[in-house]
């Protein structure tokens, strides 16, 4: 499925499933929760906390995609097109930091 494919299809659930959006404001706090999900699972799986017997079910990806989700209806909301907008990205990034990491001392 390709990133349009995914802001089509969130779309369309929403409004059959979903009834309709939420608002931005609460979209912006459900995506705080589910980010902060995701770091519970990642900080207790891979760090040093112990994991948690409730969270020793949970999938990663599932979290992942949970955050996905919220953005992809934030994107939805606002107009942004994730496709164009992560390619624009790709374009800062790769001017910005064409030398930047192959001359990071840390990352050798």
């Known amino acids: ?3 349009e494919e995914a802001q089509q299809k969130v779309d369309e659930w929403i409004k059959t499933i979903g009834v309709r ?3 931005e404001l609460t979209n912006m706090t459900i995506l705080t929760e589910e980010v902060g999900e995701l ?3 990642m900080s207790r799986r891979y760090g040093e906390q112990s994991e948690k017997e409730s969270d ?3 999938e990663l990806g599932d979290e992942m995609a949970d955050v996905l989700w919220v ?3 934030l994107a939805n909301q606002t107009g942004v097109d994730l ?4 390619e624009k990205n790709f374009e800062k990034k ?3 930091d064409a030398d930047r990491h192959k001359n990071n001392d840390k990352l050798k």
């Open 1 to 3: 499925m390709t990133i």
């Open 71 to 73: 953005l992809i209806c």
């Open 83 to 86: 496709t164009k907008a992560l």
């Open 39 to 41: 770091a519970r699972i």
């Open 94 to 96: 790769t001017i910005r």
């Open 56 to 58: 020793k079910n949970k």
């Open 21 to 23: 959006y939420f608002n």
